[in-house]
């Protein structure tokens, strides 16, 4: 799926700063941030809804989102953990009830050291 | 609360033979669920397979097919005749169409290797 484009696919940190960033194309309303740890399913981290933040899971506070504009997404990450050793995949969805689907990017894929 | 099943971590079939994937869902809270099937190849994002949205109709895409059973809550996914290039991760996933955004549900994902 080269609509949505995230950057960069591999990271390898110590305990340092970082940012991933998501760009769709597809004119979709809604951005979200999910991460996928080894052996389990995609988890909502954050969800924009035409910019506005308006789900929040029980994230640790090192994780900061920001949508600068509606086919933007960043994740911004300090001092990371070793638990945090994930892929991070951004995805979008239309506003329109009758499409009903998640459209994902190809991840972000974080290892901490 | 709301939360999806599959019961089948991994699964190996040799290639040509039939597979099934069994997934049921639970929700207090969804009036009209959507159901999915998403998959995952190696070094790839989640990909759609296939959706239905609608109690008791069934969706299908590259010779899978699934089902929403409204009664049983499930939604399993088959295909006939599975090739190796079918070897992926696949997730069921419950959705929740609110207004704007989607507030879904996935399973903890079923690893399928295909033996040639």
């Known amino acids: 799926n080269t609509k949505i484009t995230q950057s960069p696919r591999y990271l390898i940190l110590g305990r340092a700063n970082k940012s991933l960033e998501c760009e769709q194309h597809?004119?979709?309303?809604?951005m979200y941030w999910y991460k996928q740890s080894a052996e389990k399913p995609p988890e909502l981290m954050f969800l924009?809804?035409?910019?506005?933040?308006?789900r929040n899971e029980t994230v640790p506070s090192r994780f900061i989102p920001e949508c600068p504009d509606s086919s933007k997404l960043l994740l911004h990450i300090s001092a990371v953990d070793p638990e945090d050793s994930a892929v991070y995949f951004c995805?979008?969805?239309?506003?329109?009830?009758?499409?009903?689907?998640?459209?994902f990017g190809e991840g972000s894929k974080l290892t901490v050291l | 609360g709301d939360s999806v099943t599959q019961t089948e971590g991994q699964v190996t079939v040799s290639e040509s033979k039939s597979l099934i994937i069994n997934c049921t869902y639970s929700?207090?809270?969804?009036?009209?669920?959507?159901l999915f099937w998403y998959v995952r190849y190696p070094g790839e994002g989640l990909q759609l397979l296939l959706k239905?949205?609608?109690?008791?109709q069934k969706g299908s895409s590259r010779g899978f097919e699934a089902t929403y059973n409204k009664e049983t809550t499930s939604f399993h996914l088959q295909k006939a005749s599975v090739q190796e290039s079918d070897s992926a991760v696949y997730y069921c996933?419950?959705?929740?169409?609110?207004?704007?955004?989607?507030?879904?549900?996935f399973g903890k994902g079923t690893s399928l290797t295909v033996i040639p």
């Open positions: 239905v949205i609608t109690a008791g």
């Open positions: 924009y809804n035409l910019k506005q933040l308006i």
């Open positions: 929700t207090t809270s969804i009036a009209y669920p959507n």
């Open positions: 597809l004119g979709h309303n809604a």
């Open positions: 995805a979008s969805s239309r506003r329109d009830r009758d499409t009903g689907q998640l459209y």
């Open positions: 996933a419950l959705g929740d169409q609110n207004t704007g955004y989607q507030n879904f549900y």
